[in-house]
């Protein structure tokens, strides 16, 4: 912004802070989180955003950390927002050295490497890249377990509690890929789980 001004770059400082200080990387990251959305996680500090905040952030910064083989500067800025009923997640770090943030597989590396059932992987973005994910589809019919109109809600307990159990037999039974479940009747006294 300085022109043709013969600088110095290394002598450029402004209220004690360098140029490396000042130009510091960023990478942004959003993801959506199949928790239900509460007002208040538009409130930060408040308590369902600083339990959300410590079950998601640990698990991202680590991946993120593991992938550049830097870790990011404390305190990123952490928002979440309503995504039809989940919680829309955007985190944006800083890296103190330079790093290449716009390295591709970013998000596939989140995808691969984030445990947490409740993230959905195919929500991954990292600056822009989406996240490729190989895509199945599979029916079942559960036939111990009666239908109710409270499997339609995706955010009531019953439902959640389902999906969970039906999330981790397919991990189990799908090398450790996760899907999205939802219900619907099929029949009388059936629940259908669909990815």
Known sequence: MLGNLSLDESSLASDGSNLTDLALETLSIH?????????????PGSAPFVLLEKKILPQVTAVVAEFYSAHPQEGPLLLFSNADQWVGV????????PVGTHLPSLANHLARNIMDPAVQKSSIMANGEKAELVLCEVWLQILDQP???????KTSPKSRKLRGQLMRWVKWGG????????????GPNKAAGRP
């Open 147 to 153: 239908f109710t109109e409270a499997l339609k809600d």
């Open 175 to 186: 090398g450790g890929k996760s899907r999205r479940l939802e219900a619907s009747g099929r």
């Open 31 to 43: 993801l959506t989180a199949m928790e239900p959305f509460h007002p208040l996680l538009l409130l």
């Open 90 to 97: 955007y985190i944006e770090y800083k890296f103190q050295t």
